[in-house]
Nanobody, 131 residues
Framework: HVQLVESGGGSVQAGGSLRLSCAAS????????LAWFRQAPGKEREGVAV????????YYTASVKGRFTISQGNGKNTVDLEMDSLTAEDTATYYC?????????????????????????WGQGTQVTVS
């Protein structure tokens, strides 16, 4: 079965950095879209970044472009999110999501949208707090 497990969350001072990891199992990374979303209390879930594994293409929401980097992990079946220059507005629960088959990439890249409905599989989330 498909499983996604996030790790790496915690507390950090404004201006600091964190690296989140998502460990995936139950499927192969070939032709897959892997995404990071975040949700703060009282707000809707917001798309942050997506990686299309077939081509290594990426897409970022404007608020994190230049500060966050999504990438495949080194020695394991993982996708990472490197977060730099963090601010209090980055405080949220961060979720890893997968679209098996990668069919969402056309919508994301052509229409410049990153929405939760595009992804069928989700992790439980990891908390990031910036103070």
């Amino acid at each position: 079965h498909v499983q996604l497990v996030e790790s790496g969350g915690g507390s950090v001072q404004a201006g600091g950095s964190l690296r989140l990891s998502c460990a995936a199992s139950g499927f192969t990374f070939s032709t897959t879209c892997l995404a990071w979303f975040r949700q703060a209390p009282g707000k809707e879930r917001e798309g942050v970044a997506v990686l299309y594994t077939m081509t290594s293409a990426t897409y970022y929401t404007a608020s994190v472009k230049g500060r966050f980097t999504i990438s495949q992990g080194n020695g394991k079946n993982t996708v990472d999110l490197e977060m730099d220059s963090l601010t209090a507005e980055d405080t949220a629960t961060y979720y890893c999501a997968a679209d098996l088959g990668g069919t969402s990439w056309a919508t994301i890249s052509q229409m410049k949208i990153l929405r939760p409905y595009l992804f069928a599989y989700w992790g439980q989330g990891t908390q990031v707090t910036v103070s």
